[in-house]
């Protein structure tokens, strides 16, 4: 048995006994009053858990214990703090004390250890609030720096006219993010068959509904930015209001009159379109700034003669105005039945596309001329084809879905818009990047003189030297 602390020859046997017997000692420590202090008493219990019979110390009372020096039943005079007394108990009664001539042990009071403990778990607990502090501050600072980023990259398509490409890339990515973020907590479109997929068509429309969207605003920003419309084709604007106005009333018939979604279910035997909610927005949205556009150039360019259109133009609008005025003068004399009114949408969609090609083919044109992208903002171009791109996928995807192919015959326009736009954007791309791409490092010069907005606007150069000079000074 290890030995214990204090012990002296006449309590040692009794313990040796004690052992013997299967009990186990302890000491513990209670009030006397003959001490005022603690009075320590060293017992011996049964104990079935230790085989070994250690002995075990107690506590109890005040806060420092009683180490005093006394002889067997006399009241300790003084105190000695290297002796210490035990009274020895042998099953629950008393024998005898015993003068010991060590300390049994030194021990730390009950409330220093307990102040101690509260300290340790004060300084814990410090500690812990101290890391949460910091872990909440860097994820402070970070989500701040995050979003003044966002913030940054959210307005390069409406502040740049450079079209750097990593530009680009941070424009790009800040808007696809708001279209996911848009999609997600839109409402879906129930008629597609799967749940799962639903969410993903929308985050696509919904992304190319902010990306073909957006782009017509870095124009309208760039013209305000120069007091001037130079580099913006009247020709193109006039074109483009008009191609819109034909799509926004294929696009309202097709979702909101009943009569015409009759007669779609009626030819392709399904349930309903495949033009979304976004898909209308998108088209009113674009008709307004067309509107835009046209009031820049009268205003920028000292009224409607700023609008002087090519004979070529004039004669285009003309066909494209003709059918699409004719058609419901018809419907409402009775003289075209109304079962072709869905044929009518579609004839109405068909000319945005005619529309659209040759707007961007005037556009194109007229850069030529001038041999320079200068006042054209290329973003226009570039979220024109991410929004174009997007749009292809989701006519093809929700066809997909719904197993059925005519979702894109159905929807023809907007598939063949998303791909006629793709194929004119990277014209300009080469244009911009390749064809002209010294001329428009240049620095942009400010033309305010209404003199020279509208010999810049309407006057066409008639030889090679003119276009030269003219891109010169531009």
């Not at 230790?50 to 806060?63: I, Q, R, V, Y």
């Not at 913006?232 to 799509?247: I, K, R, T, V």
């Not at 150039?297 to 090519?310: E, R, T």
Request: glycine share 6%; charged share 20%.
């Amino acid at each position: 048995m290890a030995p214990i602390l204090g012990e002296t020859n006449e309590n040692r046997a009794l313990i040796n006994d004690s052992e013997k017997k299967g009990h186990t000692p302890s000491f513990s420590f209670s009030d006397s009053s003959e001490t005022k202090g603690h009075k320590p008493s060293f017992s011996f219990s049964d104990s079935p858990i230790t085989k070994g019979h250690k002995p075990s110390f107690s506590f109890s009372g005040a806060e420092t214990p009683l180490i005093s020096h006394r002889k067997v039943g006399e009241v300790p005079a003084e105190i000695n703090p290297m002796k210490s007394y035990a009274t020895i108990v042998h099953q629950n009664q008393i024998k005898e004390d015993v003068i010991m001539d060590e300390p049994l042990f030194f021990y730390q009071n009950d409330s220093k250890a307990n102040s101690d403990n509260d300290d340790d778990e004060s300084i814990v607990s410090m500690a812990s609030i101290t890391s949460m502090t910091s872990m909440a501050s860097s994820i402070a600072t970070l989500t701040t720096q995050y979003l003044g980023n966002f913030k940054n990259s959210l307005m390069i398509p409406f502040l740049d006219d450079t079209g750097a490409r990593h530009k680009i890339i941070s424009g790009l990515m800040a808007l696809i993010g708001v279209g996911v973020a848009l999609g997600l907590i839109m409402p879906k479109d129930e008629h597609l068959a799967h749940a799962w997929y639903r969410d993903f068509s929308n985050v696509l429309g919904y992304t190319y509904f902010v990306c073909w969207s957006v782009c017509f605003y870095p124009q309208v920003i760039l013209n305000y930015r120069r007091q001037s419309t130079l580099g913006l084709s009247p020709d193109f604007a006039m074109l483009n209001f008009f191609g819109w106005s034909c799509f926004v009333a294929y696009e309202c018939a097709m979702y909101f009159d009943t009569e015409v979604k009759r007669l779609y279910q009626e030819r392709f035997q399904t349930s309903d379109s495949t033009v979304q909610s976004n898909d209308v927005a998108f088209a009113i949205h674009a008709h307004l700034l067309s509107i835009i556009y046209l009031f820049q150039i009268c205003y920028y360019g000292g009224g409607l003669k700023a609008l002087k259109l090519k004979n070529q133009t004039c004669f285009l609008l003309g066909a494209i105005m003709t059918p699409a005025v004719i058609g419901p003068m018809l419907f409402a004399t009775n003289l075209l039945d109304h079962k072709y009114m869905l044929d009518y949408f579609y004839l109405l969609s068909l000319l945005k596309v005619s529309a659209t090609c040759l707007k961007y083919t005037k556009q194109f044109f007229f850069n030529r001329e001038r041999k320079s992208t200068k006042g054209w903002n290329i973003w226009y171009n570039f979220l024109e084809c991410t929004g174009g791109s997007l749009s292809m996928i989701q006519v093809v995807l929700d066809s997909v879905d719904m197993g059925d192919w005519r979702g894109v015959t159905g929807n023809f326009a907007k598939f063949a818009l998303g791909f006629i736009t793709i194929s004119f954007d990277a014209l300009f791309f080469f244009q911009h990047y390749v064809l002209y791409a010294e001329v428009d490092e240049l620095p942009l010069t400010e033309f305010k003189s209404e003199k020279r907005i509208e010999d810049m606007h309407l006057t066409i150069p008639e030889s090679d030297n003119t276009v030269e000079d003219l891109s010169m000074e531009d």
